[in-house]
């Protein structure tokens, strides 16, 4: 299994970093559902801004994979309907270019808290034996990492089966002090 997630901290790949003391965007410059309005001060991050990194995430795989097989792995719940408009753009991408990326879907579920807090531990309920990702690429599709501890500990379950090899991607990293250092793919 190859993890190349220390390839990606020095590639040339960028990423978008918000600042710690960015104020968002007035709510009067977006359509904000009205059960939101009093829930909200400002947007953060535009939709589009996310629509957009989505595609250029999934062009980057796309790329990245060329034309080999790939299953894409949903962490549920957080992570799905991230993963849902990533796989619909890696579709997209596969009708209109020359190439195509075989791709299989599967979802698992972690559970690293209890009471809101973290047990240090995680464990793999529904989804699928991970066995059956043997000699496969997996692709891990997850909507934020927090402080990267348990994206650590399903990577050494994935190291387990011996896929072919495993990525990350992530929509958004989190910056915690509590942070171990992992950094998505």
């Not at 972690?110 to 807090?117: D, F, H, Q």
């Not at 934020?144 to 994935?158: F, R, S, Y």
Request: with cysteine.
């Amino acid at each position: 299994m190859t993890t190349d997630s220390a390839q990606a901290k020095s590639s040339s790949k960028s990423f978008i970093q918000i600042a710690d003391d960015e104020k968002g965007y007035p709510l009067d410059q977006f359509c904000i559902p009205k059960h939101y309005e009093e829930d909200l001060e400002r947007v953060l991050i535009p939709e589009g801004l996310i629509n957009d990194r989505t595609e250029r995430l999934a062009r980057d795989i796309v790329e990245n994979f060329g034309t080999e097989a790939i299953v894409v792995l949903c962490v549920l719940k957080g992570g799905y309907k991230f993963f849902t408009d990533l796989v619909d753009k890696i579709k997209v991408l596969n009708r209109n270019s020359g190439r195509s990326v075989q791709m299989a879907v599967d979802f698992i579920r972690l559970k690293s808290y209890m009471n809101e807090t973290s047990t240090g531990k995680i464990e793999v309920i529904g989804g699928d034996n991970l066995e059956t990702l043997k000699g496969k690429n997996v692709l891990i599709v997850e909507d934020i990492i927090d402080t990267g501890k348990t994206m650590q500990q399903l990577l050494e379950l994935m190291s387990a089966v011996n896929p072919k090899s495993v990525k990350v991607a992530s929509l958004l990293l989190k910056r915690t002090p509590l942070s171990v250092g992992y950094v998505p793919d």
